[in-house]
């Protein structure tokens, strides 16, 4: 009790309280007009699928093992993918394809344990892909790559290499995924797709820092009280400048209708994601998001991923929101192509740094 009234005395508490409310709702009503004053806004949903017929399409999910990517993963092994899941523990991934096994036989499914706040985790997931792949006698290829994996952390923790946790969860492992999986999105016989699960709160982020100090939440630490809000969004901001700047880059190479890249947003969704809230707080939070109709369960809420998994090839930089196909605008700071570029030169610079040392740990 006394850990949930210091929280509610907080600055954080009421920034996701107020702010993270309001974006919601600015979403909503840009659903709401769209449907107004452009009916025909959804997009059809497309398998992806060689033209042969004859290649399963591979799926790799991060934060596989609960809440929406726990849901994607039961939908598009239902589609036909070969999914695999990816995941911080191995129990939570065996059970999660126990039960996906136990609702349709027929899934492929394969689960590797990573650790999406660690390169070398990261790093080591791909070298056993591209192994996984060669002695199944697979195509060395991959058609689709959701990056889910997200935490909401409440206090202060350090990976290895000195970044914040949360943001290297959310944001660094999801450009470090994407660089390392990208060569077998490019050897894919048929359009593949890159999909990065956002969050409405982005719309509160007003940083226009990306050094790496910023990058790697070290700025953020300097605060007194650990600003999980501010880094929470900026890390969902992040995900949607990458998205914007790996869409820019692929229009100029011959990957252009290729490999396309969507954002998604599932809205808010009862998941554990809220795990490290006081738990009162938490149970509060939901039943009044519940009571206005916008608390959705990770069912509901995966149709936005869904959407943007399966639209059509060639869709590309679109932000999925509300189901049924449906697309909204993000945030203008979101879509501001010099400060994508920048994030994406130095993501790059931390990419380079974490193989250097990666490099120097096995020498």
Known sequence: MKAALHFVCSLEFWRMALFWTIALILSYLQLLKRRVF??????????????????RPICVITGATSGIGKAAAFALSREGFYVVLVGRSSHSASQTLSEIKNQNKDAHLKAFEVDMSSFPSILKFRNSLQQWLSDSNMHPSIQLLVNNAGILAMSSRLTTEGYDEMIATNYIGAFFFTKLLLPLLKTSPVPARVVNVTSFTHRYAFAKRFDKETVTGVSFLRSKQYPCAQIYEYSKLCLLLFTCELHRQLRLTDDSLHISVVAADPGSVKTNIMREVP??????????????RMLQSPEDGVKSIIDAALAPPGTSGRYFFGGNGRTIDSSVISRDPKLAEELWNTSCDILHDSQFAAKETNA
């Open 38 to 55: 452009s009916p025909r806004t959804g997009s059809p949903s497309c398998r992806i699928r060689s033209s042969t017929g004859s290649l």
């Open 279 to 292: 738990r009162h707080l938490a149970l509060m939070a939901f039943c009044i998001l519940k009571l206005v």
